[in-house]
C-alpha cells in the first residue's frame, strides 16, 4: 500500500469550554440519514464443533507409542477410529492424512493418550498447559509440513497435538496444511477440526505460516498458534485463499507476522473460488514488540477474497508501519497475480472489537492489482473501540484509510480515542455512512491531499452520511458537515475512566443518548466487555 502524503494541514480553532453535566443542542438530523442502513448478508452456516459422539460399534482405538510408526496408524485408521499418541512422544517426520475414499462422516480423532487430562472443550490451549501435559509432539526434520491432507481428506479431528518444526531447522515454510493443490471441487478437503492445537516455530526460525485452511467445513478452535514469521515475504498464523469453506476461527491465540489471519493472496486455482462464510470470534491477534526491525510486518487481519464474513468479539493488539502500513483491518477486492476477476471481499460485519496499539485502525479499498468485476463492498463496522492509533512504537496514518472504490460501507458506534490522523481519503467511494462515532485525533482530522476537508468529504464521498459524531480534532468545526459535535477534548465526552481506557459513558455525559435514534455516541461498550471477556489468556 502506497503512503497517502500528507501535507495539508488545516489551522487548528481552539474550542470553548463546556459544563459536562450539560447536554449539548441536538444537531438538525439530514434527510438522507433516514435512508436504510445496508444489508450485510451474514454466514450462511455456522460449524458445529462439539467433540463427536463415538460410534455405537466399529470403534478402535490405534496407539502409537514413542517411536511408533505414526503413518502407518493414520493410514490403517477408519472412520470412526482414534489415533492415541504417548504422552511427550516425538514423532518427526511428513506425515499426511489420507482420503479412505468413503462416504462415512464419522470422524477419525487423534489425540493424546492422556486426553482424560485436557483442558474442557472451549478451553483454549496454553505453551504452558502443553508443557504441563507433555503433549505429543510432531514435526518436520526439514522444509516441509509436519501435518498435510491428502486431496478429498476428510473427516479428521486433530486434538491437542504439539506441531511444529525441529529445534535445529531454522526455516520451514507451513505447519498444517488443509487443502494442497486443490484443481477440482473433488480434491478439496473437508470436516476438519483443530481442536486445542498448540502449532507454533521458534523465536529465530522462518515459519511461513502455520495453518493453511484451503479446504470446506473447517475449523480452528481453543488453540494456540505462534512464532510465524518471515523477513522479507508475508507470513500467516492462518492462511485461506483455495477452499469455499464454510470455516470456523473461535478462541484461538494468533500470532502472524505478515498477517494474523488472511484470506486471499493467491490466485485461486478452482475458477469461481471465494472463501465464504467465515466466523472469526473471540481470538487474541498479537504481534510481540521484539518483532519490530526483525519479521517483516503488515496487518492483523486482511481480506482480499471473502464473503460473508463476522469478525466478532476479537481483540486485535500491536501492528507498525513496515511491509504495508500497520492496519489492523484490511479490506479489498483483490486480482493478486491477474487470473481472478472474480476475486470480491464482501458482506463482511466488524463488530465488538477491542483493537489497540496499531498503525492504522482500518483500511478499506475497493480493488487492488489486476481488474475485478465487483469491488468491496457491504461493509459495517459497528460498537468497536480502536485505541492508541499511530503513536510510537506503533507508526501508521491514522485510524482510516478509506482509499478508492467501495460500495456500502457503514461505520458507526465506534468509539476510536488516541489517532494521530482521523481518516484519509482518496478515490471516489459511494454510499459511505459515518455517525454516531466518538473519533479523536491529535494532528490531523479528515485529509485528503490539497483539499479542505468539505471539499475532501464531497469529493472522496459524494452523498456520504456524516452525521451524529463527536470529533475531538485540531480542525473542530471547520468545513465539517453540519449535525456533528465537537467536544474540546477527550475529557470533555465524559467517559467512565478515560485513563483507565474505560470508555463507557458516564450518565452525565453529553453524549449519552445524543446519536441517531435516541442511543448514546460511540461504542456500546457494555456489550464489547462482554464480547471480549476472557479472549485474552496469560
Known amino acids: 500500500m502506497k503512503r497517502v502524503s500528507r501535507w495539508l494541514v488545516v489551522a487548528a480553532v481552539v474550542g470553548t469550554a463546556r459544563d459536562l453535566s450539560a447536554r449539548p443542542a441536538r444537531a438538525p438530523l439530514p434527510q438522507q440519514l433516514d435512508a436504510p442502513e445496508i444489508n450485510v448478508e451474514p454466514p450462511r452456516i455456522f460449524l458445529k464443533t462439539a467433540m463427536p459422539a463415538a460410534p455405537a460399534t466399529g470403534r478402535r482405538v490405534i496407539s502409537v507409542a514413542a517411536g511408533g510408526n505414526l503413518q502407518q496408524a493414520l493410514d490403517a485408521a477408519q472412520p470412526g477410529d482414534v489415533i492415541e499418541l504417548a504422552k511427550g512422544a516425538v514423532f518427526s517426520g511428513n506425515f499426511t492424512l489420507r482420503n479412505k475414499n468413503t462416504a462415512s462422516d464419522a470422524w477419525i480423532v487423534i489425540r493424546p493418550a492422556n486426553h482424560a487430562n485436557l483442558p474442557a472443550e472451549g478451553t483454549r490451549m496454553t505453551p504452558a498447559v502443553a508443557q504441563r501435559l507433555a503433549l505429543p509432539r510432531i514435526e518436520t526434520p526439514n522444509a516441509e509440513d509436519p501435518i498435510k491432507t491428502a486431496r478429498g481428506a476428510h473427516h479428521y479431528r486433530l486434538v491437542a497435538l504439539d506441531v511444529g518444526i525441529a529445534a535445529a531447522r531454522n526455516q520451514a515454510w507451513t505447519a498444517i496444511t488443509l487443502g494442497d493443490d486443490n484443481r477440482t471441487l473433488a480434491d478439496i478437503p473437508h470436516d476438519l477440526v483443530l481442536d486445542r492445537m498448540y502449532v ?158 496499531v498503525g492504522v485502525g482500518i483500511a478499506f479499498t475497493g480493488m487492488d492489482g489486476g481488474p475485478v468485476t465487483t469491488t468491496a463492498r457491504n461493509i459495517s463496522m459497528t460498537d468497536n473501540v480502536i485505541s492508541r492509533i499511530n503513536l510510537p512504537p506503533f507508526e501508521g496514518d491514522g485510524f482510516a484509510m478509506i482509499l478508492s472504490g467501495l460500495t456500502s460501507v457503514v461505520i458507526a458506534h465506534n468509539t476510536i480515542v488516541e489517532a494521530k490522523t482521523a481518516m484519509v481519503l482518496g478515490g471516489v467511494n459511494q454510499d459511505f455512512s459515518f455517525h454516531d462515532n466518538i473519533l479523536a485525533s491529535i494532528k490531523y482530522g479528515v485529509i485528503a491531499d490539497g483539499m479542505t476537508v468539505k471539499a475532501a468529504i464531497a469529493t472522496h464521498l459524494p452523498g456520504s452520511r456524516f452525521i451524529r459524531n463527536a470529533l475531538v480534532v485540531p480542525d473542530a468545526g471547520v468545513d465539517y458537515p453540519q449535525g ?22 458516564v450518565r452525565i455525559s453529553k453524549y449519552e443518548k445524543a446519536g441517531t435514534g435516541g442511543k448514546d455516541i460511540g461504542a456500546d461498550v457494555v456489550a464489547l466487555d462482554a464480547a471480549i471477556a476472557g479472549v485474552r489468556v496469560p
Not at 282 to 300: D, M, Q, S, V
Not at 488 to 496: D, K, N, Q, V, W
Request: charged share 20%.
Open 200 to 357: 507454533h516455530g521458534n523465536a529465530t526460525a522462518t515459519l511461513r505460516r502455520c495453518v493453511v485452511i484451503n479446504s470446506a467445513s473447517t475449523a480452528i478452535i481453543d488453540s494456540w498458534l505462534s512464532d510465524c514469521h518471515e523477513k522479507g515475504s508475508d507470513s500467516q498464523a492462518i492462511l485461506g485463499y483455495n477452499g469455499p469453506g464454510p470455516f470456523k476461527i473461535v478462541n484461538n491465540y494468533l500470532e502472524g507476522a505478515g498477517e494474523n489471519v488472511m484470506f486471499g493472496g493467491a490466485d485461486p486455482s478452482i475458477v469461481g473460488m471465494v472463501p465464504s462464510d467465515i466466523e472469526i470470534r473471540r481470538n487474541h491477534f498479537y504481534k510481540p514488540l521484539a518483532w519490530k526491525g526483525k519479521w517483516t510486518i503488515k496487518n492483523h487481519l486482511e481480506l482480499k477474497n471473502a464473503q460473508r464474513v463476522l469478525i466478532e468479539g476479537n481483540v486485535m493488539e500491536n501492528s507498525w508501519w513496515d511491509g504495508q502500513a500497520g492496519a489492523s483491518l484490511l479490506v479489498k477486492s483483490t486480482n493478486q497475480s491477474g487470473k481472478c476477476q472474480w476475486c470480491v471481499s464482501r458482506d463482511v460485519n466488524i463488530r465488538l472489537n477491542l483493537i489497540r496499539n
Open 484 to 505: 456533528n459535535y465537537f467536544p474540546p477534548s477527550l475529557r470533555a465526552i465524559g467517559f467512565e475512566d478515560l485513563a483507565g481506557e474505560n470508555y463507557r459513558l
